[in-house]
């Protein structure tokens, strides 16, 4: 038993010859349960201090599995990282077959530097710069997206007709059960809470006022463009990201199409058309979500229906829809520049998704303030 033991580990030997050079000699079976304890010596000795030159003799090794050649390629790798040289001697060839699969070159990068200490200043100027290079991107992709529609409406054949309608489809139609529940949620909720105070005084039937003004000026274009910047927004940048890491994008531009107008537009008129249709269906249900609670108050749905009918009018109706046909330009073009800046990689996509959806929100929420300041001087 001891001596199938002894047999299984490996052996370290080390020597410095008069020129300098450092010598590792490996014996024995160098695999998982010998390589660990070699690992920790090597640490050691070149804590002890670095070498121009290490030469890694593996003649009396018996057999060497992934984690020693692991071993071997680590020794390599940090002396490549050093900018020192190594060599491999008395290497046979199985085990040279093993070896040549792992280049040590490859690995020199693998291990990130460990980040420079940074203070406010020096993170505020790096923040400052990564959001002026975004702006300009942004501005560049939009003056490029413009120009596509305005080429797309001028030569409106040219139009991927077909994909923009299963585009649609699975931005809008496929939208409504979540906002159907949502709208309906948020109106049935605020009627309750705000008929409980309103009670109090019987000017509960005000409610119907109240959800119709919200509903269809703010809460019905806001909601229902952030449902869509999660689910559709995200959905773009993941689908053309996909198309990005697997050079299906770099193929359409050797082919003379622009990835622009052959991606991106179909995108944005589905967006455009189902934005401001999803609203209305949202307002629907916000308002149903409100009748049920007055109803529960035993107020018919005829004096709900007029006290609602009163309140709003085609103003109101139009303030509203006006926001969704920009909320929906941001949400697709948002989306589709996020996707098409994805980096390659596993992680790319993912990466994309999320900054698609945080920047779409983010940019619906300025905007729409934007229009609420506008709103008001317009008086409108």
């Known amino acids: 038993m001891k001596a199938d033991m ?10 410095l010859d008069a020129e300098g050079a450092f010598t590792l000699s490996l014996g024995g079976r160098l695999d998982a349960s010998s390589a660990g304890p070699l690992w920790k ?48 001697v008395n290497l046979n060839d199985e085990f040279r077959q093993l070896l040549d699969l792992f280049d040590p070159a490859d690995y020199v990068d693998a291990y990130p530097s460990k980040p420079a200490c940074s203070n ?44 923009t309608f299963l585009i649609f489809e699975a931005t809008g139609i496929n939208a409504l059960p979540i906002i159907a529940l949502l709208s309906f949620l948020v109106g049935l909720i605020m009627a309750f809470q705000s008929a409980i105070p309103m009670q109090q005084f019987g000017v509960e039937i005000y409610v119907a006022n109240l959800i119709a003004l919200s509903m269809l000026r703010e809460l019905g274009p806001l909601m229902t463009a952030i449902i869509l910047a999660g689910r559709s927004g995200s959905s773009f940048a993941a689908e053309l990201g996909t198309m990005k890491v697997n050079e299906e994008v770099d193929a359409l531009t050797t082919l003379g199409l622009d990835p622009v107008r052959f991606l991106a537009i179909p995108r944005l008129l589905a967006a455009l058309v189902a934005t401001p249709l999803l609203t209305i269906f949202s307002g629907l249900c916000g308002l149903l979500g409100g009748a049920v609670v007055l109803l529960a108050m035993g107020y018919p749905l005829v004096t709900y229906a007029n006290q609602v009918i009163s309140a709003v009018s085609l103003q109101d109706l139009v303030s509203g829809l006006a926001k969704t046909f920009v909320f929906g330009l941001l949400i697709a073009g ?11 990689g596993a992680s790319g996509v993912g990466k994309a998704a999320t900054r698609a959806v945080v920047a779409g929100i983010i940019l619906i929420i300025v905007t729409d303030g934007i229009f609420a300041v506008v709103y008001y001087y317009l008086g409108f």
Not at 46 to 74: N, P
Not at 122 to 130: F, I, M
């Open 41 to 88: 010596k090597m640490e050691k000795l070149f804590a002890q201090g670095a070498r121009d030159l290490v030469r890694i003799d593996v003649g009396d090794l018996v057999y060497i599995d992934g984690a020693g050649a692991a071993l071997l390629v680590e020794i390599s790798r940090r002396q490549l990282q050093a900018g020192r040289r190594y060599e491999l």
């Open 334 to 344: 948002i989306g589709c520049l996020h996707g098409l800046q994805a980096e390659r």
């Open 6 to 15: 002894e047999k299984s580990m490996a052996t370290l030997e080390t020597c």
């Open 120 to 163: 406010l200043p020096s993170e505020v100027g790096r923040a400052s710069v990564s959001l002026w290079r975004n702006l300009i991107t942004l501005i560049a992709f939009v003056g490029e997206l413009s120009a596509a529609l305005v080429h797309a409406l001028l030569h409106f054949r040219k139009i991927r007709w077909k994909d």
